[in-house]
């Protein structure tokens, strides 16, 4: 995806579940099978209003637009577009998330998805759990699947989001950093559990021995 200056989104590559935007028919295969649709020069994605931020996950895109509305499209498998409905597998067409409140931060991880809104709301939603124990979308819930976004409680200010792979961070002004997901790694913090279902004031020891 490319955000040009004047608010207009350009998208290109692989639109296997239509995260391009064109609004093109979904297609499959007899028996199921998503056929794979590949686009080699941007398109230009149809919105209302100017676009002021974007963010992808794997197989789906994001647009906010200047009002805070914000819009999904691309693959739903795991709730990625937050549309709260879990017959649509996929669409092509540029849906709007539900989520109630003017937003104006989103980011991705792989999977999952949030938003920040202007009053400070943070909500989450989308590849929540692949063993009934973990939450990925740190809503504690261990549900697979989170298809409508749901609201992280976080004390302090948000500055900053970031989500990976199955993990995310935030940022709180004059509060440190939180982190949930998971840490089987120790990508969030050594010093924690392999699990981590909620957001959880971390220790980074950057430049110590």
């Known amino acids: 995806m490319a955000l040009l200056e004047d ?3 350009y998208t290109w590559g692989s639109n296997f579940f239509g995260e391009i935007g064109d609004g093109a028919p979904v297609a499959y295969k007899p028996g199921g099978e998503l056929i794979e649709n590949t686009l080699l020069t ?3 994605v149809d919105f209302d209003k100017k676009i002021i ?3 992808t996950g794997r197989g789906v895109s994001y647009a906010l637009d200047e009002n805070g509305v914000l819009y999904s499209f691309g693959a739903n498998d795991v709730g990625q577009l937050g549309i709260a409905d879990d017959k649509v597998v996929a669409s092509s067409t540029p849906l709007r998330v539900a989520i109630p409140k003017k937003v104006k931060m989103i980011v991705s991880g792989d999977f999952h998805a949030l938003a920040l809104a202007e009053d400070g709301t943070l909500y989450s939603w989308g590849y929540n759990s692949r063993d ?3 939450s990925l979308t740190g809503t504690g819930s261990t549900e697979r699947v989170i298809y409508e976004p749901q609201i ?3 004390p302090g200010e948000i500055v900053s989001i970031s989500a990976g792979n199955g993990h995310t961070f935030v940022i709180i002004k004059e509060n440190g950093i939180y982190g ?3 840490n089987s790694y120790g990508q969030i913090d050594p010093d924690l559990p392999a699990r981590i279902n909620t957001p959880t004031k971390i220790t980074l020891n950057i430049g110590s021995k």
Do not use: F, L, N
Request: charged share 15%; hydrophobic share 45%.
């Open 53 to 55: 931020a974007i963010a």
């Open 180 to 182: 949930w997901g998971d």
């Open 7 to 9: 608010g207009s989104v």
């Open 42 to 44: 941007p398109y230009k």
């Open 152 to 154: 992280v409680t976080i």
């Open 132 to 134: 009934g124990e973990i």
